[in-house]
């Protein structure tokens, strides 16, 4: 193929919502420029208007993006209804009454199917979304790699599976990471998006009121206030739904507060605590230290996991689809 025609492949793609090709799998940070250059600027004043109506709204929006990841990789998967023969993540018992921000993420692609049709993907949209949250709360900002297209199918066993539970030992949380190409170093710094955000009186009420956790909590020091701040919350029985802080002291703040809180056993899940209690050889817990002490240093690593994250097992090409709608497959 001559140049000429090489030229109008590349235009053709364009025109057809491809944008900046990337052939080989690896996602590009110019992949709209051509295709849609106002993707980011949309996106970012769509998740400021929704965290403004309902704060809790960042830490949701960075929530699902993370969902999405750890079930078949970084594509639009966890947006997927019930219909033909797909069965919703969204039904599975790490999502279900608990992930947040489905009509967040359909106003962005509505407003972004009016500017640009058949352009843009959920699966972007989510990995975007959740970075512009953490940097509306001050985290940090990174690049944000694009170029992912949308899943086919759901995968409700796997969100089962793979998503780590609240009460996750230390090596079940290891394991859960490894399975998706992430390090120790990852574990920690993504556990760190507990600095904000609010979890559910089931997902932390086996973290107050079980015994074995006291007796196996390494002799640590156990903040008796904390726990009655959490039991005034969660009682042992009913309001399954009664909501807490997953970081007490800066709840609305993206910040290194999450590490100081589990160094004094103040996490509110047990999956956040064991990062510390179980953390035998210390390599771990070397990580929650720097973190709580730099918190730079923490919002750089954090930036580079998520790069990381939003890179696993992304479907590119002609791979899966850019749906219309993000709740459905197109017809």
Known sequence: MN???????????????????????????????????????????????????DPRMAA?????????????GC????????YGGITSEKQAAPNVNSLRGFEVIDGIKYLLEEACPDAVSCSDILAIAARD???????????????????????????NQFIPAPNSSLGTLIANFRQ????????????????MGKARCLSFRQRVYTEDYEENNNGH???????????????????????????LKT???FDNHYFLNIIEGNGLLISDNVLVTQDFEGEIREHVFAYASDQEYFFDSFGTSMIKMGNINVLTGNQGEIRSNCRFVNS
């Open 60 to 72: 949701s929006l960075l929530r699902l993006h993370f969902h999405d990841c750890f079930v078949m």
């Open 3 to 53: 140049q000429l025609g090489m030229s109008l492949v590349v235009l053709v793609f364009m025109c057809h919502g491809i944008g900046t090709l990337s052939d080989n799998g690896v996602l590009v940070l110019d992949y709209y420029q051509e295709s849609c250059p106002i993707v980011e600027e949309i996106v970012q004043r769509q998740v400021e208007i929704a965290a403004l109506k």
């Open 133 to 159: 949250a953490v940097a509306l709360r001050g985290g940090p900002r990174w690049n944000v790699y694009l170029g992912r297209r949308d899943s086919l199918k759901a995968d409700f066993k796997g969100a």
């Open 75 to 82: 594509d639009a998967s966890v947006l997927l209804d019930n």
């Open 180 to 195: 998706q190409g992430l390090d120790t170093r990852d574990l920690v710094a993504l556990s760190g998006s507990h600095t």
């Open 251 to 253: 709840p609305a703040r």
């Open 221 to 247: 020091h156990r903040n008796t206030i904390f726990r009655r701040i959490l039991s005034s919350i969660c009682p042992k029985s009913g309001r399954d739904g009664a909501l807490a802080p997953l970081d």
